[in-house]
């Protein structure tokens, strides 16, 4: 079954665009991760699917519905950032008590039992908490409500390392016992890349990946060796990025190689592996050739 889907959406604020001809679908009870630079209009893209916002043009359903003041969508759905706002008066536990009469499959009993981990106290009021424990009590509220389809946009601003992993390992044990779809928006997509299983990356206000994690990882080749034996061995080839490495380089190319073009590569003495997930988003994301480095390099090719 097809939670989301999205046919050439555009977003426009006055007369700039946002997002340009988005068109993708997620599947029920799927984690995606969504990453992409700042600006590149990750957030615009997910209140599009929450329903906070009106696409410009284009057509976007979730649980086939348009989710703009859709009544379904909302009863189904949570959207969790660092901009969530509460009721001044109340107090975390009563919050965690009235939270039931909106989420359906609401669940105190698991919501109390993570506070209790994270040391968040119960009769504080919101506002109290530092930056990192808000985030944290937001996270919890996203987990425990159990919606069936559940938005973490950048869900762990402010978080310690120690907590950013127990939220994720949380968030993936929960949903094994409890399976529903899952946005996950996040600039640490090494710290993610054990918990989701699509990647939707959005660069340049386009879609500019959306697949598995290990297609998207298989996709490119890092090579490294002598400039003039990485030009030789890569003729025809599309290059990525090239990096200084020393004496040597690195380049990242599109993995279309043969078996016998690898193979020739060897023989160069050029050393080729498939890139880890973040170096593959990088891959896609940065600017031609060699990024920040050409910013130092006075030398011409």
């Known amino acids: 079954m097809t939670v989301i889907s999205l046919n050439q959406v555009q977003k426009k604020y006055s007369r700039i665009p946002v997002l340009t001809n988005v068109t993708f679908s997620i599947k029920e009870n799927v984690i995606t991760g969504v990453a992409g630079r700042n600006g ?40 969790i950032d660092d901009a969530m706002s509460y009721p001044n008066p109340m107090k975390l536990q009563e919050l965690l008590h009235e939270f039931k009469r909106f989420y359906a499959n609401w669940n105190e009993e698991l919501a109390m039992r993570l506070m209790e981990y994270f040391a968040i106290p119960f009769d504080i009021r919101y506002q109290f908490l530092s930056k990192g ?106 290059i990525v990025s090239k990096t200084r490495r020393g004496l040597q380089e690195e380049w990242i190319l599109e993995n279309d190689f043969s078996d016998a073009e690898r193979t020739k590569l060897s023989r160069l003495g050029i050393a080729n592996t498939t890139l880890s997930l973040n170096d593959a988003y990088l891959a896609l994301t940065e600017q031609p050739r060699g990024g920040i480095d050409d910013v130092f390099d ?3 090719d």
């Open 40 to 79: 590149a209009g990750k957030t615009t893209l997910l209140k599009i699917i929450a329903g906070f916002m009106k696409a410009t043009e284009g057509d976007v359903q979730v649980f086939d519905e348009n989710p703009f003041g859709s009544l379904l969508v909302s009863a189904n759905s949570i959207y």
């Open 133 to 238: 424990k808000r985030s944290t009590f937001n996270a919890i509220v996203g987990i425990a409500a159990r919606c069936s389809l559940t938005i973490f946009d950048e869900p762990t601003t402010g978080m310690d390392t120690a907590a950013r992993n127990d939220f994720y390992r949380a968030l993936l044990k929960d949903y094994i016992v409890n399976p529903r779809t899952i946005l996950l928006s996040s600039h640490y997509i090494d710290e993610i890349q054990d918990i989701i299983e699509d990647l939707l990356v959005i660069h340049r206000k386009q879609v500019r990946y959306h697949g598995t994690v290990s297609d998207l990882q298989e996709a490119h080749l890092s090579l490294r060796g002598t400039k003039e034996h990485l030009t030789e061995g890569t003729l025809g080839k599309t």
């Open 298 to 300: 006075t030398q011409k």
